[in-house]
């Protein structure tokens, strides 16, 4: 295995101050926003409204309380941001950390590989619904300043989103030194107003007690409290981006700025929203908003609309880092990956998975009108991601860790019992909006899963169509074959088999290029390889040499720069002019064994729009020939 490197941005290359300022802008703009209408949500779900009454009030408080202290702090904060891997947090790479392992025990692999990709798959619905129910919320304030702005919310809202979409492609990094002093204002702002309400009605402190908590579930009928909790859960939506986040600005930043800023401004402001409650039941309609004066109300719709903003940039920025890793880690098709940024390789933009967000995101808005009506459909992915943390943070702790079983299941039995039962909660909201998100998991689950299968069984009938390299180069390479100047390199999946592309171009031609290479990209399951590990090379026979690059999968391949930099000694006079071989499969459908005929047609589909390998690889398309190869499977 190769040696990992650091991350980019580890505490020792930027001073604590700086990376939490940006943890700040980029890690707590979803949860940070939830106040808009989290609180709100548990009073207003329509038919399975929680009654406003005293009671009420601070047994939903006190389970707000303990919900963030329970799943946020202890959970993520304290004991996910353990299991990282190399420095990198997420669900993904805790199934990397767990994948990696495994060893020759294939059906541990499997179940983990299962559980990342559901976890991964619930990350893309709440990935849809974050962008659309954060900004509606806060647009809807318009209707604060006039009811006869009510009409203008859904368009203001899908021209916010849209621009925000369009300007992905310009990268993030420019509006991104706004994001930690926008976000700072936002929570000093509901801190504020929480504490001022709170001043009013001091009285709601007592939900601090779990007493409280334990009251309300036990004194309402089980559907009510379960649909109750499932609104609570809002509150946290969010939390895996602690985790997720944690290889940008390393664990303290993060645990300090949750400690010392977010976690207290939040608790303020739902507290001073059931404080305002208590003393306005009439408020609900518009809850977060008349927590301050009529005459800041515009200014914080305003600040409140950037803050939305700000939070559904950092899930289209993870989405965008989501897809990365899956196509690295074999679980989707190459797609076009453009680097907007060139010192932060983090930022990076996809044309397609943007397009596909920005109409999903407009559809969600289209269906349900209102963040209200969102909130039923929210919750499910969420607590879906949560609970298999939990399940593959048990694996990590046992195969990684070499924590006993007992102790690694018993230390997170509370934390499963806590997501179980936030889970079971939203799948009451399924037929109330749930179904869009859970619909949206199952897709990218059958995608993930028929791109990895398929293409393993790809792999495999190429393997069995050719042959070793070395004995291809001792059988079929002789002095009969024109040799040319320069070199080439034959792009592979595996360096020790002769491409079928070098195997027709010496059938057909009968000319080889002075230097060969076959050169293979493995990557790893840890995020970053260090540059001394980065190739392994074999000097072969005739002028051929075998090549592996390997690359974590949060790192960029640039083929041609690693090349320069590792092309031995030996053979720099050989190496120019240089050409690039690439391989373009086509696969013909079969109803035989392996995947059935309609994943074999959904796997072509995926193959066929795939990106070149030129943009995968920063090839250069003058010097790229591509050589098409068709097969049955």
Known sequence: MPNATATPNETT??????????????????????????????????????????INILGVL???????????????????????????GGIMALMALGLSKTGANPKLHTVLMILGLIGASFF???????????????????????PDLKDIVLPVALTILGLLFWSQRRGTGRIGLFFGPVMLIWFVTIGTLGLWNVAQHPGVLAALNPLY???????????????????????????????????????????????????????LNYFGQ???????????????????????????????????????????????????????????????????????IGQIYLPFVNSVLALSVGAVILIFQSSNALGSAYGIAVTGTMLITDFLAIAVAIIAWK?????????????????????????LKLFDGGW???????????????????????????????????????????????????????????????????????????????????????????PYVDEASRVDIRICDK?????????????????????????????KADYDPISFIIRRLAFTSENSNGLSLWRKKLFNVMLRNGAMPTEVFSLPESDTIAVSVALKF
């Open 543 to 571: 002028g051929f040499i075998q090549i592996q690059i390997h690359s974590g999968f949060m790192q960029k391949t640039d083929v041609p720069q690693i090349l320069r930099n590792h092309w031995p000694a030996s053979l």
């Open 213 to 267: 908590a334990f009251e309300f579930l036990a004194h309402h009928d089980g559907l009510l409290a379960f649909f109750a909790l499932g609104a609570v859960v809002l509150c946290l939506t969010g939390a895996e981006a602690l985790y997720a986040d944690m290889g940008h600005f390393g664990r303290l930043p993060i645990r300090i700025v949750w400690m010392g800023l977010v976690f207290p401004s939040l608790i």
């Open 403 to 427: 924590w006993q079983p007992w102790r690694a299941v018993l230390g997170a039995t509370f934390f499963i019992v806590i997501d179980a039962v936030f889970f079971s909660a939203n799948t």
């Open 124 to 146: 893309y619905g709440d990935g849809v619904i974050t962008p659309a129910i954060s900004v509606l919320s806060a647009v809807e304030g318009l209707e604060l300043i006039s």
């Open 436 to 526: 869009f998100p859970l619909l949206l998991s199952i897709g990218m689950i059958i995608i993930m899963t028929t791109w990895h299968s398929g293409y393993l069984i790809a792999e495999k009938r190429v393997r069995n169509l050719t042959k070793p390299l070395l004995e291809f180069i001792k059988n079929d390479v002789n002095d009969s074959i024109f040799r040319t100047r320069g070199s080439a390199i034959y792009m592979v999946g595996n360096e020790h088999l002769t491409p079928m592309a070098l195997i027709r171009t010496v059938k057909h031609f009968n000319v080889l290029h002075k230097t060969v290479a076959v050169l293979s990209v493995k990557y790893e399951l840890i």
């Open 274 to 344: 059931g404080a305002l409650l208590l003393d306005r039941p009439d408020a609900l309609s518009n809850l977060f908003y008349l927590m301050a004066p009529a005459s800041l109300q515009t200014p914080l719709i305003i600040v409140a609309t950037v803050a939305t903003v700000i939070a559904s940039q950092a899930v289209i920025s993870g989405a965008f880092s989501m897809t990365r890793q899956a196509i690295q880690l074999g679980f989707l098709p190459r797609l076009r990956i453009l680097q907007t940024s060139a010192d932060e």
């Open 62 to 88: 006190s389970l707000f309380f303990w919900s963030l202290m329970m799943v946020v702090t202890l959970k993520y904060v304290f004991f996910i941001m353990r299991a990282d891997n190399h420095g990198e």
């Open 13 to 54: 290359k930027k001073s604590l101050q700086a990376l939490a300022l940006g943890a700040l802008g980029i890690v707590f703009g979803d949860i940070g926003t939830s106040p808009l209408y989290a609180f709100e949500q548990v009073f207003s779900n329509g038919a399975h409204s929680v009654p406003v009454s005293e």
